[in-house]
């Protein structure tokens, strides 16, 4: 109960930010004194929250999806030999800086959420296919066999032995990747993707030091919700 209450007030505070930041105008004035428009108005929080959590939602299954088959793939006996390759692709993916990728991805898929979803995807790859390839590479050889000798077919040894015991360190590699997401996917907003970087962009572009505050304290709330969220799944897993 102690390690699910910390997710917990986080979730709350961003509640209580998410409904009562027009509450919090006169906090802002000191950051912004001179703006006559403190709170950002042209859409509400609550709205810009549920869409960026359902673009980093979506690129985080696509992220999954392809990260740990593509890892699971390579430590199999026939895939093996494309270990390195994978590896080096997922780390090319996140070298390039997110800007580029939408820039690159615009003429492509358009203005809007697709490209944004296709920049964290290839920015939230390389962690989980290196804790998937080690996670699984760390189990040991001996466990596996003794599951053989008891008639375990590879697909058996895979979903009943390699895949829970690898589980914890697959789990931190997805919550490097959520986590680092919900913050880079703010620069959506420079694409027409409508999430909470709206008010941070719309902070910038208008010298509005205020707006730019309240899109950051909202962003950071949901992070540290979605972090400490995934170390009570982390906890959990270990015990069992």
Same mark, same amino acid.
Not at 37 to 60: C, D, F, K, M, P
Not at 96 to 109: G, I, N, Q, S
Not at 130 to 156: C, H, P, W, Y
């Given at each position: 109960?102690?390690?699910?209450?910390? *997710?917990?007030?986080?979730?709350?505070?961003?509640?209580?930010?998410?409904?009562?930041?027009?509450?919090?105008?006169?906090?802002? +004035?000191?950051?912004?004194?001179?703006? #006559?428009?403190?709170?950002?108005?042209?859409?509400?929080?609550? #709205?810009?929250?549920?869409?960026?959590?359902?673009?980093?939602?979506?690129?985080?299954?696509? $992220?999954?999806?392809?990260?740990?088959?593509?890892?699971?793939?390579?430590?199999?006996?026939?895939? #093996?030999?494309?270990?390195?390759?994978?590896?080096?692709?997922?780390?090319?993916?996140?070298?390039?800086? *997110?800007?580029?990728?939408?820039?690159?991805?615009?003429?492509?898929?358009?203005?809007?959420?697709?490209?944004?979803?296709?920049?964290?995807?290839?920015?939230?790859?390389?962690?989980?296919? +290196?804790?998937?390839? %080690?996670?699984?590479?760390?189990?040991?050889?001996?466990?596996?066999? $003794?599951?053989?000798?008891?008639?375990?077919?590879?697909?058996?040894?895979?979903?009943?032995?390699?895949?829970?015991?690898?589980?914890?360190?697959?789990?931190?590699? =997805? +919550?490097?990747?959520?986590?680092?997401?919900?913050?880079?996917?703010?620069?959506?907003?420079?694409?027409?993707?409508?999430?909470?970087?709206? *008010? =941070?962009?719309?902070?910038?572009?208008?010298?509005?030091?205020?707006?730019?505050?309240?899109?950051?304290?909202?962003?950071?709330?949901?992070?540290?919700?979605?972090?400490? %969220?995934?170390?009570?799944?982390?906890?959990?897993? #270990?015990?069992?």
């Amino acid at each position: 109960m102690k390690g699910v209450a910390v *997710p917990v007030i986080w979730l709350l505070l961003l509640v209580l930010a998410v409904s009562f930041m027009p509450q919090l105008e006169a906090v802002l +004035r000191f950051v912004e004194p001179d703006s #006559r428009n403190l709170i950002y108005e042209r859409a509400e929080l609550s #709205r810009l929250l549920g869409q960026h959590l359902l673009v980093v939602t979506l690129a985080a299954c696509v $992220a999954i999806a392809l990260g740990v088959s593509a890892a699971i793939a390579v430590t199999r006996p026939v895939g #093996r030999d494309f270990l390195p390759l994978v590896a080096q692709l997922a780390s090319i993916g996140q070298t390039f800086p *997110p800007v580029a990728v939408l820039a690159l991805a615009v003429p492509v898929l358009g203005f809007g959420t697709l490209p944004i979803i296709v920049a964290l995807v290839l920015y939230g790859l390389l962690p989980i296919v +290196r804790n998937t390839l %080690a996670g699984l590479q760390d189990v040991d050889m001996n466990i596996k066999e $003794a599951a053989r000798g008891m008639g375990m077919t590879s697909g058996q040894i895979l979903r009943k032995v390699e895949l829970p015991i690898a589980a914890p360190v697959i789990l931190a590699g =997805i +919550r490097t990747s959520v986590t680092i997401n919900i913050a880079t996917a703010a620069i959506g907003a420079t694409v027409g993707a409508s999430n909470l970087g709206d *008010p =941070i962009i719309a902070g910038i572009v208008n010298d509005n030091t205020a707006y730019v505050v309240q899109g950051a304290i909202v962003i950071g709330l949901l992070a540290l919700t979605i972090d400490s %969220a995934f170390e009570q799944l982390q906890r959990w897993l #270990r015990a069992y």
